[in-house]
């Protein structure tokens, strides 16, 4: 019950009281919700669960702000006479409706996201305050320790009060360019879980459910309800619909081509459709609108020449406006499937990512029953390049195949 409601409660607490002490208190903010939940696994072993735990657990946090407001140096001696200016009242009632829960996440997710904040800090503190996960979750979730993942999250809290950034929307006319850097964050959220080498699959779940969830979030606010933001939750919808058909039961990565298609969610698939269909509207496709055209796309269980011409396409379109390596590394398998592994073979070497195992992996499969040797050469390649056990399984598995 406790862990459940700290994963759903603990960051509605945070983003209310940071929103009411400022951006700069988030380490306050933090304390007191923590204290609430270790409150709660002190009295309800002994008393029983209240009839209402979460009306209970906001009872508790607002008493416990309260009392901090109360004593506190820093309300006492500077923030105190702002607060009586703007309020005519020093004891400030803790808004902890829904609609204020709301409206302070969504704030908060665009104080994390602002410029000043590093990226990977950006994902960290979403991760930590946005989605109720602990310092131990996110060591994990990045490959790295607790010293690591503390260090970065006081690092960007010493940024948030250096640049004294608020919990607030942006202007209108500033929206849609912090609302960019919002998205690429969810983003980079959904990706740290779906593609994850972690081995705690419950955790790389629910990392990608709650980039979802924040990405919905911003689809029930007017202001934010944007084309893209829609193509976003419709890409996520597809990548996560494929989930349980990528690892296989002994944890291993199973190849798309390889994957057992009774295992795609129907539903989700039904709901990226739908997510797509809204992202219609308007006179701009986004990266996240041609994304997740690629991502229906792959949903279809038939493997015929259209859609992997079709897949090859959007993979052009999507190159043209932003290019990356992995697009192009993706582009290169489509352009097998469509036209064929020579023409692939040609222009896979064109990119020549020398320190990417996903590309000699690629070029291994495209030299296999062509050159066997070569494919056999760049497999080995790979797997000197794979940095995790699960990449170096399927690899091997691969360089077997060929003996």
């Known amino acids: 019950m406790i862990p459940h409601l700290f994963r759903t409660e603990y960051r509605k607490i945070i983003s209310v009281l940071c929103k009411r002490f400022g951006f700069g208190e988030v380490a306050t903010a933090e304390d007191i919700a923590s204290d609430t939940f270790l409150a709660a696994a002190e009295v309800w072993p002994i008393h029983g669960i209240p009839p209402n735990p979460v009306a209970w657990l906001y009872n508790v946090a607002k008493n416990k702000a309260k009392n901090h407001l109360q004593r506190h140096h820093l309300f006492d001696h500077k923030i105190s006479p702002g607060i009586k200016a ?33 990226r990977e800090a950006q994902v960290g503190l979403a991760l930590r305050i946005l989605c109720g996960f602990g310092i131990e979750e996110i060591a994990d979730a990045f490959l790295t320790n607790k010293e690591t993942i503390n260090k970065r999250l006081l690092r960007a ?29 969810i983003y980079l959220l959904f990706s740290e879980g779906y593609y994850s080498v972690s081995s705690n699959d419950t955790l790389r779940k629910d990392v990608c459910l709650e980039a979802m969830r924040l990405c919905y979030m911003l689809i029930e606010n007017e202001s934010t309800n944007k084309p893209q933001v829609n193509a976003l939750l419709s890409l996520m919808c597809f990548h996560a619909s494929r989930f349980d058909a ?19 969610n129907t539903e989700l698939i039904g709901k990226g459709a739908y997510f ?31 859609k992997w011409e079709n897949i090859l396409q959007l993979y052009n379109r999507l190159l043209q406006m932003e290019y990356s390596p992995v697009a192009a590394l993706n582009r290169t398998y489509a352009l097998s499937k469509a036209n064929g592994k020579e023409e692939a073979i040609r222009q896979a070497e064109k990119l020549n990512l020398s320190d990417d195992h996903f590309y000699f992996t690629l070029l291994g499969e495209l030299y296999r029953d062509i050159d066997n040797e070569k494919a056999k050469e760049h497999f080995c390649t790979a797997y000197s390049l794979a940095k995790t056990q699960t990449d170096k399984q399927v690899i091997q598995k691969k360089i077997d195949t060929l003996q």
Not at 88 to 99: H, T
């Open 86 to 118: 703007m309020y005519g009242d020093a004891s400030m009632e803790i808004d902890l409706s829904e609609q204020n829960i709301n409206d302070s996440q969504l704030q908060m997710m665009f104080a994390i996201c602002h410029p000043a904040i590093s």
């Open 157 to 185: 809290k010493d940024k948030i009060r250096e640049e004294k950034i608020d919990i607030e929307f942006p202007g209108i006319a500033a929206i849609d360019e912090r609302l960019e850097t919002v998205l690429t964050t």
């Open 246 to 264: 990528r690892v296989n039961k002994r944890g291993e990565l199973v190849l798309y081509e390889e994957q057992d298609t009774s295992l795609w």
């Open 276 to 306: 797509l269909k809204c992202a219609s509207g308007g006179n701009e496709i986004s990266k996240y609108h041609l994304e997740a055209s690629i991502a229906y796309w792959h949903t279809q269980k038939a493997d015929t020449k259209e």
